[in-house]
């Protein structure tokens, strides 16, 4: 069946979601390994191999079997033109020997593939036009809410190839490219928006450290970080302060690192869930946002329009207040980038220019204001379904060490960029 149509809730004035609290999260997978990247070589660490891992995991995790399984709603990863990972990622090499002759199944995993491969016999609804995770999940929500299918499957691949990652394959820099591609991708435009924000608020880089050290903190607690499998040691401020420039204002800690991984999630109909292993979490709303700059680069203004617009869409979709979220996650693809969400969301009373004061406070976990309790993509890998698992199993009582003192019931989080940006609310409770 072909990709949804409209579905996004991206124009102003956005309402009640329709389905409020009447679709759920019910179960969540990963593989049980995060690389750094694939060898190319090494066929049980493919992305088809670690979604397949992932998507048995959360099966087993809602207790239910493939035959249940009605719908795949996936991003593709590595496939080309694929938003979230630039429209030249993914291998030049020749393709694999027969069977091998697509890259279906080794550097992105198509829904038909997945179907296919893991021999899913009831599904009926194949989606491979996901982007980014927040806008994945709004789209599988919005197809089970609609009744296109009941037990919806929503793989996540995450790929890394060596010197493959937003690779400018040309080298070329044409047009209004010169001024960004010398810099890197995304990097001189978070730079300078970052140097507008310190000028216009009287505040500087180097307070962002108690954020970041939080995160890694955080994230050491998550079994599938990155770093808690592969560099567990303590990371303090003085690494952050001296961590290597990158552009102006943007350190290399500030960068999240790219990873090789598998993650799924179960979406089904509030009903459907009561038969199921685990405790819902039900989904309040999924709104979305597209922006462009004004100008070549983005600018502080622009930044702070967008989120501040994302910001009032999600509050009337989900019918949430600030004072209504609990557990709160916004992306940290680059940490610098943080701040302006907070801001926007006005999450335990910030307002625009007050973040840095705010991390400065009691962030950490069994404090107040525990931003980010999954350590964000600083303290996990740019895997981005931490934002995901760590809202859902903080709802369910579940995150373990992780678990926040305050009161769990409501999660919102947020991601990523202008180009494509979305905003999910999560209840523990029934509508």
């Not at 072909?2 to 979601?17: F, L, M, S, T």
Request: charged letters at 20%; a negative charge.
């Amino acid at each position: 069946m072909a990709h949804a149509i409209h579905w996004e809730r991206n124009e102003d004035p956005v309402g009640i979601w329709e389905h409020r609290g009447k679709v759920v999260l019910a179960g969540r997978g990963h593989s049980k390994n995060t690389d750094r990247r694939w060898d190319g070589v090494s066929m049980d660490k493919t992305l088809g191999a670690y979604v397949i891992e992932a998507a048995r995991a959360a099966m087993d995790d809602a207790g239910i079997s493939p035959e249940d399984v009605d719908g795949i709603v996936t991003s593709a990863g590595g496939q080309p033109n694929h938003a979230s990972l630039g429209g030249h990622w993914g291998p030049t090499r020749p393709y694999f020997d027969a069977p091998y002759d697509t890259e279906d199944g080794l550097t992105f995993v198509t829904a038909e593939w997945l179907r296919r491969t893991m021999n899913l016999p009831n599904v009926k609804y194949l989606n491979s036009h996901g982007s980014t995770l927040w806008n994945l999940i709004g789209l599988a929500a919005q197809v089970v809410g609609d009744g296109r299918c009941e037990v919806c499957l929503v793989p996540y691949p995450n790929g890394n190839i060596e010197g493959r990652y937003h690779q400018n394959p040309t080298l070329d820099a044409p047009g209004a490219t010169q001024w960004t591609y010398p810099y890197g991708w995304g990097l001189s435009g978070q730079g300078y928006v970052f140097e507008q924000y310190a000028r216009k608020y009287g505040t500087n880089h180097d307070r962002l450290a108690p954020f970041i050290v939080q995160e890694h903190n955080n994230g050491l607690l998550w079994p599938y970080s990155y770093y808690a499998q592969h560099e567990p040691e303590p990371f303090t401020e003085e690494d952050y302060l001296n961590g290597r420039w990158i552009a102006q204002n943007l350190s290399i800690f500030d960068c999240d690192r790219p990873v090789q991984a598998g993650a799924c999630y179960i979406i089904t109909t509030a009903e459907r869930a009561k038969d199921m292993k685990q405790k819902p979490v039900y989904i309040l709303d999924h709104t979305e946002s597209e922006f462009a700059p004004r100008s070549l680069v983005e600018t502080l203004n622009d930044t702070e329009e967008w989120t501040s617009t994302q910001a009032r869409r999600s509050y009337a979709g989900s019918g949430l207040r600030p004072e209504d979220i609990d557990v709160f996650a916004p992306y940290d693809g680059f940490a610098v980038f943080t701040q302006y969400f907070l801001e926007a969301f006005g999450w335990r009373g910030v307002k625009r220019g007050e973040a840095h004061d705010f991390y400065a406070g009691d962030i950490s976990l069994k404090g107040p204001n525990p931003i980010n309790s999954g350590g964000g993509n600083m303290g996990t890998g740019r895997m981005r379904t931490v934002f995901i698992t760590d809202p859902m199993e903080q709802l369910q009582g579940r995150a373990g060490e992780r678990q926040v003192a305050i009161k769990a019931e409501v999660a919102v989080t947020i991601g990523v960029l202008p180009f494509r940006a979305a905003a999910l609310a999560f209840s523990s409770v029934p509508d």
